[in-house]
């Protein structure tokens, strides 16, 4: 009996469909992307400039991160569970009532403030109109107006406040975190509190990429200002 061959299986198309396929998986697959931390970094001075004014030392709070893998606060050295306490004072202190003169004050936001304001750097944007600076100062007041039509009259941190964070090159990520997270703790738990004093919604429950979410999360931005200020890594 004559054997019987066998046809060969034409597989000529089946690269088209393995691209095919790869395509669909390329297009339908949604990754995952680390949306990092958002910081302020030092900006360089333009030297044709005057130097800024000097900063009171009251509205710095110094954050050193040694390579030593030890945390320093103003020059002193602190344990990490310490920390919390120390920035949440630095925040509040004087918002309550009291007068901390190693603190950053507090200033009361009225109508009639932003008003003042907002025609003060009107005029002076008529003056200098190719002062690129004014326009965005005045549309921070025109928010700051808005907001009080919000909430009422409400008390503002000193607009230098700020917590300057350093970190020396042997530092350990494991601490550099965790500085960021308490940092990042106190700046929440501060505004769940707005939250629930204004009933705006749960703060955990907003999201940028909803408008109307926004309007929210831009008013508690002005209420609890996120300002840290991360320098240059030292040795």
Sequence with gaps: MARREIGEINAGSM?????????????TTTMEVDAGIGRQLPVKLDINLPPPPPV???NVLKIL??????LLVEES????????????KFYTVNKSGERDINMPLYEPITKEK?????TKLQADLVKSPDNTSLPGEIAKWEEKSALVDEVGVYSEIHKSAVIQLKNQAGTSYGLYMEVQNILKQVVN????IECEKHDFPDYYTLREDRPEDMVYINMLRILVPERILESKIEN
């Design 15 to 27: 690269a088209d469909i393995a691209f095919l396929l790869l395509i669909f998986f390329l297009v």
């Design 56 to 58: 009171n030392e009251r």
């Design 65 to 70: 991160a040694n390579k030593n893998d030890q």
């Design 77 to 88: 050295f602190v344990k990490m569970e310490d920390l919390y306490d120390i920035v949440m």
């Design 114 to 118: 932003c008003r003042a304001e907002i």
């Design 189 to 192: 738990e501060l505004r769940v």
